[in-house]
């Protein structure tokens, strides 16, 4: 019997991070296909003895879509193993739409995405009571174009809570599309390589970011987050979820 082609989550860099399904499905796999410059290789160490371990950073789609068709035809167990959660800038769109050409069944299990982890790491809350309510994930355009309506001019106007992939290479250029909407001291914070040994956090505002990240050389594999939340923690924005004057369905009000 051939078993679905799973997409797997890898979680950002911390090999702890992945979840129960990920780490069983690489336990039990035939053959992983993975991103090895961006994927932990401490999480192929789980994987079971005679499984066949491919590194796909040099392969093209066509490549690794040859790879995975061949195991799934060979009735093996095929995990192709993302970084990040493959559904958010992920590059898997093209490979499931080629399976379906294909007839080939597909599974996708999810994984701990970078802005996740980054605010886990700095300890703060992305959309705070009292504060911004939306979170924005979205890049520059750059090779990959961006369609207009979302430049980050644009949806800088909503001045919400922004996690920027994929763009730390162009700090200038984001410092000047959001400094039309954001107040210059607005809180940023490029997190480098989160989850792994040589993670960097590096804060400032927008007045002073991008000197800062040109000083520490950092050019890629960064997060760049805005916003309020990034700022000093403030014990008077609370939720109403545990506000003894708020009822709810588990709890009445108290005098």
Wanted: aromatic residues 8%.
């Amino acid at each position: 019997m051939a078993f679905p082609v799973y997409f797997v989550g890898a979680g950002p860099g911390d090999p702890e991070l992945i979840t129960v399904k990920g780490k069983r499905l690489i336990e039990e796999a035939d053959r992983v296909i993975y991103a090895g410059s961006l994927v932990p290789k401490d999480l192929l160490s789980s994987a079971k003895p005679g499984a066949r371990l491919i590194d796909s950073a040099s392969l093209t789609l066509e490549e690794t879509h040859a790879l995975i068709v061949e195991g799934y035809r060979n009735e093996e167990l095929v995990v192709r193993l993302h970084s990040g959660d493959p559904s958010l800038y992920g590059a898997i769109y093209e490979q499931m739409a080629l399976l379906d050409r294909d007839g080939i069944p597909y599974e996708v299990v999810p994984g701990v995405s970078a802005v996740f982890a980054a605010a886990a790491r700095l300890k703060r809350e992305l959309t705070v009571p009292g504060g911004s309510q939306t979170l924005i994930l979205t890049r520059l355009g750059g090779k990959t174009p961006v369609p207009e309506e979302e430049s980050l001019r644009s949806l800088a106007t909503h001045r919400s809570t922004l996690a920027i992939y994929l763009s730390v290479q162009a700090i200038d250029r984001v410092v000047d599309d959001l400094s039309e909407s954001y107040p210059v001291q607005t809180p940023v914070v490029v997190a480098y390589r989160i989850g792994w040994p040589d993670e960097t956090f590096i804060h400032g505002t927008l007045e002073d970011i991008a000197q800062k990240v040109k000083n520490a050389g950092i050019t890629r594999q960064a997060l760049i987050l805005v916003g309020e939340a990034f700022g000093k923690l403030d014990e008077t924005r609370r939720s109403l979820l545990y506000d003894g004057s708020f009822s709810h369905g588990f709890r009445k009000a108290r005098k």
